[in-house]
Structures are given as C-alpha cells and as structure tokens.
C-alpha cells in the first residue's frame, strides 16, 4: 500500500507537472503575442474585473470541493447537493455583478467595463459545472486525465486570444481566453467524467460538510480579496495604464509559481489526506515534498529577477519595460508562496477549519497595514509589500502547520538552508554575467546567462550532493521504473 500510494503521488505529480509547465510554456507564447498586440490599459481593465471574479468564484465552490476531496467515502446525495448549490451560488452571483457592472464603469470611468462584464462574468457558471466532475478525478487520482484536459483547454484559449486580438478585438481577446478556457474544459471534463447527476439533494449533506467547507470559504474569500485588492486602487488612485504595468508583472510572475506549486498542491493534498493517521510517514512526506518544491522554485525565481530586463526587453519589447522593476520585487513571493500553500495543506488535513480562519483573520490584519501604508505611497511600495505580505503568510502558516507534525522549526531551516545559499549563488553569478556581456545584445546575453544559471545551479546540487537533487533523481527513476508492488 506505501509503495503503491507513492507512485501514485509520483505519476501525479509528474502528470501535473507536465502539463503545467506545458501549460506556462503555451500561455507565456500566448501571453507575448497578445501583449504585444494589445494595450497597458487593457490589461489594466481586466485587473479591475478579475477582484470581482477571483472573489466569486471562491463563493461558487464554497469550500465544498476540498470537504469532498477529504470526506473517505462521498455519496451520490453528497455531490449532487455541492453541485445544485455550485450552479444556484453562479447564477445567483452573477445578476447581482451585471447588475452593478454599470456603477463600476462610472466610478473608474472605463465605459468598457460595463460592456464586457455580462460575457466575462459567464466565468461563473462555466466554473460550476467544472467542480464536481474535476474533484472526483482527482479522487481517483486521474492526474494524467485531468493534465490533458487543462493542456487542450488551454491551447484552444490561447489560439481564440490571438485570434481575436489579431482582429484588433483588444481586450475582447482576454475575455474570450478566460471564458474558452473554462468552456472547454468543462466540456471536457463532462465528456470524461462518469458522473451524471446520481442522487438528490439533502439537508443532512449539506449540514454535514457546511461547517468545514464554509471555514474554507471564509479564509478563501479573504485570501483572494488581499491577492487582488491593491488592483482595484492603483486603478482609481493611478491609472488603468499603470494598472496594466503592475497587473503584467503578476501575470508573468504567476505563471511558473502557481504551474508548479499548483501540480505538486492538487497531488499532495489527497495524498496527505490518506496518510495523515501516520504521524512519521506524514511528517517526513511533508519534508520532502516542501524540500523539492523549493529546490525547483527558489532558483527559479531569483533567476528571472537576474534576467528580467533582457527577458522583458526580448519578449514583450520596449513597451512594456516599465513593468520590469515592479517584476523584480513582486518574483520573489514566488519563494514564499510555495511555503505557504503546502502547509496550507497541512492544516486542511488535520484541522477543523477553525484554526485557519483565525489565522487567516490574523495575516490579513497585517497584511491590511502594510496595504494601507503603501498603497497612498506608490506602487513600488505596493510591490514590496505583497513581499512582505507573503512572507508573513509562509511563516504563519508554517508554523502552525508544524503542530500537527513531528517536525520542529530547526528541521525544516536545516533542510532548506543548502537550497537557499546555493539560489543566491547563482542569482550571483548571473548578475555578473549580465553585467559582464553589457556589449552583447539583449537575445544572446539572455541565452547565456540563463544556461549559465542552470550550469551553476545543477552542477553545484551535483558536487554538494543536496537531499532534494537526489530526490528529484530518485523521483524520475522511480517514474521510467514503476515499482511493481500493489
């Protein structure tokens, strides 16, 4: 069963991962020919919309999602109570957003707000009809099902952007991206899934996994107000063109850290969860799948700082070089993000949900400070202080995660602490080599200090002989050659 339950976690992971980094590499090709095709204001309208709909889409799943993932044995009258409430909370959601996408408009003075928000806010009920059939894949650990899935509904979002951004559609072609890729992948998911509306809906099902659920709902909803509110302000306080500079750097920041940590969360939860009665197994599965998170993520991110003008300057062009300081300050949540969404995990599993709405609460009165501090000031001070946000969050969370572990502290800043000087090393060296080649244009400067950075980094893990580079070794080996034990 151990054996069995680890290469599950491998294919899964490797399945997630494949089509995640599949999935960044398409959306940054996406991204650069759209970017270049539209406008800083652009994206700066959708930055505004996207607060309404991250918020309501936390609201349509309700934390139900999880309250299955975890439940050992769902019933037909379970699903189909999550999904009747799925469908009324999108409808219900999005009259009332129509409706007000009019005062909207007038308070940012973008008329283009009121014309798009019917369309994209069809996010809602797309997304609703996605949940119950994505969650009992991933119960059944359909990894590979669901990557492929995400691969081809992306794919045909990106080609409908371009498509309609070449027919001068302008933020038109955002929205049709957003609403494709929600679309097809509920077409898909339905397509494969084997659930058909079985059962009724219960009172006693609802009553049973409200509590949980509407606790996760609630840090949700918090979550994501913090993660977008500071758009909604630099878009009144500045303009949508500033907007549009900051929301880019988060974009292009998201995509390799929420692909990757993303792939290993949707694994590790389920799998966690069917371990959690083993206090050692546990404790070291989480050590391990925090060590190789960040032994991929920490280079990553202190790297793309080290590149980001060439890389700015090669890919999206000179229009949008304005976003490349916000960028270098916003990459490095990159490094905490990861630290805190796996032990976020931890808490699922083994709390009652209580514990982390309290803590929610608490980092969201800090992060409500250090928000109201910066904002007025500038929108740098805002970009240092999503770092600062960040890493308050991964040491709340890991602390308190560390409770219901037998790990301590020590053990984990040992574990992580090769990883870290090894990151800054290379983020070092590629500095150097950046300012070294000066007199070398941007495109060939940025191949060789990126495969520099790579050399660098590999090749230290490989002399050093660091626990995670023999995992991550360990890990590909075991995938070629799956253990054959059941």
């Given amino acids: 069963m151990k054996s069995r339950l680890i290469d599950q976690v491998a294919t899964g992971v490797a399945w997630n991962t494949a089509e995640k980094v599949g999935s960044m590499l398409l959306q940054v090709a996406v991204s650069i020919i759209v970017a270049r095709l539209l406008t800083p204001e652009d994206f700066g309208v959708m930055a505004i919309l996207t607060f309404f709909t991250a918020v309501s889409l936390v609201v349509v799943d309700s934390g139900f999602s999880q309250t299955l993932l ?44 009121n014309n798009i928000a019917p369309a994209l806010l069809l996010l809602l009920p797309l997304q609703a009809l996605c949940i119950i059939q994505n969650t009992r894949l991933a119960r059944e650990f359909r990894f590979g099902l669901l990557s492929r899935i995400n691969f081809v509904a992306s794919l045909i979002a990106g080609i409908a952007a371009i498509a309609v951004a070449l027919c001068g559609g302008g933020v038109w072609a955002l929205v049709a991206q957003r609403l494709a890729t929600v679309g097809v992948r509920a077409l898909l998911l339905w397509w494969h899934g084997d659930w058909r509306g079985e059962g009724k809906f219960s009172r006693r099902s609802m009553g049973e996994m409200a509590p949980f659920s509407l606790r996760l709902m609630s840090t949700d909803i918090v979550a994501a107000i913090y993660n977008n509110v500071a758009q909604l302000f630099i878009g009144k306080m500045h303009s949508a063109d ?129 928000l ?9 001070a805002v970009a240092y202080g999503l770092v600062a946000i960040s890493a308050i969050e991964a040491a709340i969370n890991l602390g308190f995660s560390l409770r219901y572990t037998q790990l301590s502290a020590w053990h984990i800043a040992r574990s ?3 990883t870290a000087l090894l990151s ?42 660091l626990e995670a580079f023999s995992e991550i070794l360990s890990i590909a080996r075991r995938m070629v050659r799956p253990s054959s034990s059941k």
């Fill in 416 to 418: 992580l602490v090769s």
């Fill in 70 to 113: 975890r439940k050992e044995q769902p019933s037909d009258d379970d699903y189909k109570t999550v999904f009747l409430f799925n469908i009324a909370a999108a409808a219900a959601l999005y009259l009332l957003l129509v409706a007000l996408s009019p005062l909207l408009a007038h308070y940012y003075n973008l008329q283009v707000i």
């Fill in 242 to 370: 500033a907007l549009g500079y900051f929301n880019q750097a988060q974009k292009i920041k998201e995509l390799p850290v929420q692909s990757a940590v993303q792939s290993v969360q949707t694994v590790t939860y389920p799998a966690l969860a069917k371990i959690k009665g083993d206090a050692e197994k546990f404790a070291e599965s989480y050590r391990k799948v925090l060590l190789v998170t960040l032994f991929v993520m920490m280079p990553a991110m202190l790297g793309m700082a080290a590149v980001a003008d060439d890389m700015f300057r090669v890919l999206l062009g000179e229009k949008w070089m304005p976003t490349v300081p916000y960028f270098k300050v916003i990459i490095l949540c990159g490094i905490f993000y990861p630290i805190a969404m796996l032990a976020y995990n931890v808490l699922k599993v083994h709390s009652n949900g209580s514990i982390i709405l309290r803590l929610e609460l608490l980092k969201r009165g800090l992060a409500t400070v250090i």
């Fill in 424 to 465: 800054i090393v290379m983020w070092i060296g590629v500095e150097a080599i950046e300012e070294a080649l000066q007199m070398v244009s941007a495109a060939p400067r940025l191949v060789v200090s990126v495969l520099a950075g790579v050399v660098i980094y590999l090749g230290g893990a490989a002399a050093l002989r």
């Fill in 372 to 380: 109201a501090v910066t904002i007025p000031h500038s929108i740098m």
